[in-house]
């Protein structure tokens, strides 16, 4: 019953290095997107993928990179992180239909110095 | 443009009190519509989901929420909070249709807190 597995839970970088966030379902959901949480700002859609091989952009998506080679997992590139780049950040995944409801990791804290 | 205004960043009640979240959306054609609650250090679980059946739906831990199309709303309610309520709940809405259907647009949350 793991759902949605995210990795690493917390990492801490310093300006200008590079990570690669990790999301990995074992629902076989076709749909997988990653989210940043900040202060009053609710949740954010960073990118989306609506099946392997495909990724389309969301409403944060300047900054950041993704890639979905297979259908299980979802990667969230940051190539040269930056101060404004320190949020929670969160991956979901859902069946390929807008009435299913999305499943949520439990998040990475990322603080960026 | 789809959008989602929650009144209300912060809500206090007494334990045993109604909770009431209040939740407005913006769309040209009824949308889906969800409730998340995020507890510290979580992530969001599902309350509960308007798909255009029943106007009123039951959720999970006794909350419940009512579509009202006139007013754009999509309200929670719990008619009595327990101190394990404590967390943030988040309005969400799916477009049914077109090259963004399946994405959420999340409101900016409302944190509940529960008096003793």
């Known amino acids: 019953n793991a759902g949605v597995t995210q990795t690493p839970k917390f990492r801490v970088l310093k300006t200008g290095q590079s990570m690669t966030l990790l999301c990995a379902q074992d629902m076989n959901h076709e749909y997988m997107y990653w989210y940043r949480q900040d202060p009053g700002m609710g949740l954010r859609l960073i990118h989306y993928?609506?099946?392997?091989?495909?990724?389309a952009k969301g409403e944060v998506p300047d900054g950041y990179n993704v890639s979905r080679l297979k259908k299980q997992n979802f990667l969230l590139g940051l190539e040269s992180a930056a101060p404004s780049q320190t949020s929670v950040y969160f991956c979901?995944?859902?069946?390929?239909?807008?009435?299913?409801?999305?499943?949520f990791g439990d998040g990475t804290r990322l603080s960026i110095l | 443009a789809q959008s989602v205004t929650q009144l209300g960043s912060h809500v206090s009640v007494s334990e045993g009190a109604l909770v009431l979240l209040r939740c407005n959306y913006s769309s040209s054609v009824p949308p889906y519509l969800f409730w998340y609650v995020q507890y510290p250090n979580q992530g969001l679980q599902l309350l509960l989901k308007?798909?255009?059946?029943?106007?009123l739906v039951k959720g999970i831990n006794g909350f419940e929420a009512e579509f009202k199309k006139s007013e754009t709303s999509f309200h929670l309610t719990k008619p009595s909070a327990h101190m394990s309520d404590a967390a943030e709940y988040f309005c969400a809405v799916s477009a049914r249709f077109g090259g963004s259907q399946g994405n959420l647009i999340f409101g900016k949350g409302t944190k509940l807190s529960v008096k003793p």
């Open positions: 993928s609506v099946g392997e091989g495909t990724t």
């Open positions: 308007y798909t255009s059946a029943a106007t």
């Open positions: 979901a995944s859902s069946w390929a239909d807008s009435n299913q409801p999305q499943h």
